[in-house]
C-alpha cells in the first residue's frame, strides 16, 4: 500500500459485490450506484495496493490471485466489524460466534441452540470449512469452532468431542440391509456414494470397485456428506460417510448402519476456542453439551476422550 492511504469499509463491500456477481455493471445495481463509481472506486483500490485486482474476459470480470487473496481478508474484515457492532450492543448478554462446516455443524448446532435457553448467552451459529473456522477464532470473528483434528497454532485450546468412525448407510427397505455380513463386493449390483473428504476417499472407492460393477451402478465422491445420506435415505444409494453426518438419519430410523468390517476412517471431531476464553460463561455452555455431543456421534460405549 503507497502513502499510507486507507482502504474504507465500502471499497471492501463494493470489491466483495463485483467479485460475486462478476460484472461492475451487475455490482452497481446491487449496490444502488452509478456504475462510473463502482468503476472508479475499484481502480482507486487498485492504485492504494499498486496491483491489478481484477481480470475481464470472456468469464465476465474475474479476480486476480491478488483479487483472491484480497477477497479472503475482506470477508474476514467484514465479518469482523459486524461482530464488533453486535457485542457492543448487546447488554447482558454474552455473544457466542460458533463455526464448523456444514457437516458438522448440522450434527452439533441443533445441541448447541437447545442449551441456550436459561442462560444469558446469545449463540450464533456460521459455517466455515475447518481451517476458515480456525482463522475466525484467530482474527476474532468466531469464539469457538468444531473442526475436524489439525494442529492448532497458539493461543488456542481444545478439546475432543468424539471420534466419528467412516460408516456405511441404506434405507430400511434397501435389499442390501438383509446381508448377514456383506463384503464391498456385495455391492456390486448397488449405486455407492462415498464422502469426499480427502484424498483416503479415493481408498474408500477401490474397496467398492469390482469388475461386476457396470454404469447403471456407479460410485460416486460428493463432498458434502449430508447429500449422500439422502440419496441413501431416498434414492436407493449405500452412503460412506461419517458416522456424525448419519446421525440424525440413524436416529429417525430413515437409514441403517450395514454391518461392513471397519472401513478404518475415523473422523476426530474437537470444540476448539481462544485459551483466554476458556471461563466465559459461553464456552462452558459448550462444554457443558460436549458429553451431549459424544453420545450422539460416537459408537455406543465409547468413553469421552477428556484431552
Known amino acids: 500500500m503507497s502513502g499510507g492511504t486507507s482502504i474504507d469499509v465500502l471499497d471492501l463491500k463494493v470489491f466483495l459485490e463485483v467479485v460475486r456477481s462478476g460484472s461492475f455493471g451487475r455490482a452497481a445495481v446491487e449496490m444502488q450506484l452509478a456504475q462510473p463509481s463502482v468503476s472508479t472506486r475499484m481502480a482507486a483500490l487498485e492504485r492504494k495496493l499498486g496491483t491489478r485486482l481484477f481480470d475481464r474476459g470472456p468469464r465476465g470480470t474475474v479476480p486476480t490471485r491478488a483479487g483472491e487473496r484480497l477477497g479472503d481478508y475482506a470477508r474476514r474484515c467484514l465479518a469482523l466489524l459486524a461482530e464488533a457492532e453486535a457485542a457492543v450492543r448487546a447488554e447482558g448478554v454474552e455473544r457466542l460466534v460458533v463455526a464448523a462446516p456444514a457437516s458438522i455443524g448440522t450434527a452439533v448446532f441443533p445441541s448447541v441452540l437447545a442449551a441456550v435457553p436459561g442462560r444469558a448467552v446469545d449463540v450464533v451459529c456460521r459455517i466455515a470449512h475447518s481451517d476458515e473456522a480456525v482463522a475466525a477464532l484467530l482474527d476474532g470473528s468466531a469464539h469457538a469452532a468444531y473442526v475436524l483434528r489439525r494442529v492448532l497454532p497458539a493461543g488456542l485450546d481444545s478439546v475432543a468431542v468424539a471420534d466419528s468412525p467412516l460408516i456405511a448407510v441404506a434405507a430400511p427397505d434397501n435389499p442390501v440391509v438383509e446381508l448377514v455380513a456383506p463384503q464391498p463386493d456385495d455391492f456390486a449390483s448397488t449405486p455407492v456414494i462415498v464422502h469426499n473428504w480427502s484424498e483416503q476417499a479415493e481408498e474408500i472407492v477401490a474397496m467398492f470397485a469390482c469388475p461386476q460393477r457396470g454404469p447403471d451402478h456407479p460410485i460416486r465422491l460428493v463432498g458434502t456428506p449430508d447429500i449422500a445420506v439422502e440419496l441413501a435415505a431416498n434414492a436407493g444409494y449405500v452412503a460412506v460417510v461419517p458416522r456424525y453426518a448419519a446421525a440424525r438419519a440413524l436416529a429417525d430410523g430413515r437409514v441403517h448402519r450395514l454391518p461392513l468390517p471397519d472401513l478404518g476412517v475415523v473422523m476426530p471431531i474437537r470444540l476448539v476456542y481462544r485459551a483466554e476464553m476458556a471461563q466465559r460463561r ?26
Open 282 to 307: 459461553a464456552v462452558q455452555l459448550l462444554l457443558d453439551v460436549n458429553a451431549e455431543l459424544h453420545d450422539q456421534l460416537a459408537p455406543a460405549g465409547e468413553p469421552p476422550d477428556p484431552r
